[in-house]
């Protein structure tokens, strides 16, 4: 299994309604210092719908403003669709929702 499958297995295993940061990606994809890598696979992500990519976020609960599918509002929709809250400066609240 190359590593960006690997980054995808991950990410399918983010439950509903929580949220995961890069850097938990990468380390529980097998190395840590790969958190850029996160960002590259999920930009490439070749299954929306099976991969939800969106529940990937800075370890400081930031969007990404390079969303690959509808910017950093349609993130946000999607996770305040899950149930996930958000701070009074946008962010999620990791505490609450981190996995």
């Known amino acids: 299994m190359n590593?960006?499958?690997r980054i995808y297995e991950v990410v399918k295993q983010i439950p509903?309604?929580?949220?995961?940061?890069?850097?938990q990606v990468a380390a529980l994809?097998?190395?840590p210092r790969l958190s850029r890598v996160v960002g590259y696979a999920l930009h490439a992500n070749p299954d929306p719908v099976r991969i939800p990519c969106y529940r990937v976020v800075t370890k400081d609960g930031r969007l990404s403003p390079?969303?690959?599918?509808g910017g950093e509002?349609?993130?946000?929709?999607?996770l305040e669709a899950e149930g996930v809250g958000?701070?009074?400066n946008?962010?999620?609240?990791?505490?609450?929702?981190?996995?």
Request: charged share 35%; hydrophobic share 35%.
């Open 86 to 88: 958000f701070d009074e």
């Open 66 to 69: 390079a969303f690959a599918f």
């Open 3 to 5: 590593t960006f499958e």
């Open 16 to 23: 509903k309604g929580r949220v995961a940061s890069y850097g």
């Open 73 to 78: 509002n349609r993130q946000r929709e999607l």
């Open 29 to 31: 994809a097998g190395n």
């Open 90 to 99: 946008g962010k999620v609240d990791m505490k609450k929702y981190r996995i």
